[in-house]
T-cell receptor
Framework: DVKVTQSSRYLVKRTGEKVFLECVQD?????MFWYRQDPGLGLRLIYF???????EKGDIPEGYSVSREKKERFSLILESASTNQTSMYLC??????????????FGPGTRLTVL | GENVEQHPSTLSVQEGDSAVIKCTYS??????FPWYKQELGKRPQLIID?????GEKKDQRIAVTLNKTAKHFSLHITETQPEDSAVYFC?????????????FGQGTILTVHP
């Protein structure tokens, strides 16, 4: 059974704190993604990775960084959390496709509140 | 980059009616168009997808159509049931890349009234 897990379902942090969100997949997928989900804005891509130690900026990378030291694990880092980063964060993984796209499998999400 | 527009943002139907959600995309090189369903409090899950080499795909009560010339694709749900109530997202891949990067639409909240 396909599984993507995230380290926390709910997280509350203070402005200026460094925040780590962890994602683990057990499907041996090459691709991993981090999205944030806000009402009316859909899913917006923050960063993605297609291989260990490889990363690419998505559409809204400002204020975030990522780390992928192992194939199964992809971390999202908020260097200095701000209130406008309060959101639902979703991790996903997929196979590396030679035909443009493959199903993305999502984690359960982390609802982050920055006070 | 790719831009995906999705309409309507909300859709309310009576049980048994059909529902149609439409999306347009900007990158003519896009070739993969999935649809995801997200029930309240749950993660998004793929319900159907279509690639650019076909114009239509059907899976029981769900169908997707693709018009590459007009750069739009649509989700059709027939004989809607209350359990179809959810948020639906369309997406298109970034053309010319094998990384599988997707750009999502803004989402449609579908409510099916019994």
């Amino acid at each position: 059974d396909v599984k993507v897990t995230q380290s926390s379902r709910y997280l509350v942090k203070r402005t200026g704190e460094k925040v780590f969100l962890e994602c683990v997949q057990d499907m041996d997928h090459e691709n991993m993604f981090w999205y944030r989900q806000d009402p009316g804005l859909g899913l917006r891509l923050i960063y993605f990775s297609y291989d260990v130690k490889m990363k690419e900026k998505g559409d809204i990378p400002e204020g975030y960084s990522v780390s992928r030291e192992k194939k199964e694990r992809f971390s999202l880092i908020l260097e200095s959390a701000s209130t406008n980063q309060t959101s639902m964060y979703l991790c996903a993984s997929s196979l590396l496709s030679g035909f443009g796209g493959h199903e993305q499998f999502f984690g359960p999400g982390t609802r982050l509140t920055v006070l | 980059g790719e831009n995906v527009e999705q309409h309507p943002s909300t859709l309310s139907v009576q049980e048994g009616d059909s529902a149609v959600i439409k999306c347009t995309y900007s990158d003519s090189a896009s070739n993969y168009f999935p649809w995801y369903k997200q029930e309240l409090g749950k993660r998004p899950q793929l319900i159907i997808d279509i690639r650019s080499n076909v114009g239509e795909k059907k899976d029981q009560r769900i169908a997707v159509t693709l018009n590459k010339t007009a750069k739009h694709f649509s989700l059709h749900i027939t004989e809607t049931q209350p359990e179809d109530s959810a948020v639906y997202f369309c997406a298109a891949n970034a053309g010319g890349t094998s990384y599988g990067k997707l750009t999502f639409g803004q989402g449609t909240i579908l409510t099916v009234h019994p």
